[in-house]
């Protein structure tokens, strides 16, 4: 698991990566059991541990995304602000596919530019096979690139839950992320085994990120107003030096960024989630 580089970001939000150093201090994770139907499996080792692939029916490689930290910011129940556990995913409403508004009372809005996700859950060590069912937990910073809860306790949105359709689909409306100082646009996601477990408190199969490719964020960046901040914040971070993105293999990081069309009027976003489970 890497560490999250947050830099003079967390001194704008209570607690921090300090607070949360004893939790984010752990495993990979993503070689047990790989027993697995007869699936072909290929591993590569890399800096932050051994890349894992699999190949489709059609003859597509599908890559196990690497763990990442949550970050000081999740509000999924493992860590604290002024001394109350947060975790949005006890809020009536999670569940839903348009993260945009707040939820549980609170009124707020995100602006920014839409960007809608297609996501595509796989399981690597089973020939890419879709995974239904499963709930995704995304998260991310608002155009000002501040976090919802921590940074601005008055709102909640840009935090949702989605469940993988037959298919292995998961569809999410958010807005293009803004960024801060020391890191690339990202999201923060948790998969768990079914929408139950999101939120009754049950483990991440894997806590992640995925990048946002650069020319995608300049556009959207140009276009609102609200995003200004991060605007600035863009010039100074480089992708190739991001405390995330950089480490791991080529296929990895190549899986990690998302695949980006679309204009100033919204974007579309389709990525890869794979899994060994």
Avoid at 111 to 126: H, I, S, W
Avoid at 151 to 177: F, Q
Avoid at 240 to 246: E, H, K, L, V
């Amino acid at each position: 698991m890497r560490m999250d580089d947050h830099g003079k970001h967390e001194a704008d939000q209570p607690e921090g990566l300090r607070a949360d150093l004893p939790r984010l201090i752990g495993r990979r994770g993503l070689l047990a059991g790989l027993v697995g139907g007869g699936a072909a499996l290929a591993f590569l080792a890399g800096r932050g541990g051994a890349e894992v692939t699999g190949i489709g029916p059609d003859g597509a490689q599908c890559v196990a995304l690497p763990a990442e930290t949550p970050g000081p910011f999740p509000a999924d129940g493992t860590n604290v602000r002024e001394g109350q556990v947060v975790n949005i995913l006890t809020e009536a409403g999670v569940i839903r596919e348009d993260i945009r508004a707040s939820i549980g009372g609170m009124t707020p809005v995100a602006a920014g530019v839409p960007l809608r996700l297609d996501l595509r859950l796989v399981d690597v060590a089973r020939g890419c096979a879709p995974l239904p069912g499963h709930a995704v937990y995304l998260w991310q910073c608002d155009a000002a690139g501040v976090y919802s809860i921590y940074g601005a306790p008055d709102r909640n949105y840009l935090r949702g839950v989605a469940v993988s359709d037959g298919a292995g689909r998961v569809r999410m409306v958010t807005v293009m992320p803004g960024t801060y100082p020391g890191r690339w646009p990202h999201l923060h996601f948790e998969v768990f085994a079914s929408a139950a477990a999101a939120v009754d408190g049950g483990a991440a199969l894997l806590t992640s990120q995925f990048a946002l490719p650069e020319e995608a964020c300049r556009v959207a960046y140009a276009a609102d107003a609200a995003y200004a901040a991060s605007r600035a914040a863009l010039e100074g971070v480089r992708l190739d030096r991001d405390g995330i993105f950089r480490n791991g293999t080529a296929a990895e990081r190549a899986a990690q960024m998302l695949r980006v069309t679309g204009d100033a009027s919204g974007f579309v976003g389709r990525g890869e989630v794979g899994l060994v489970v």
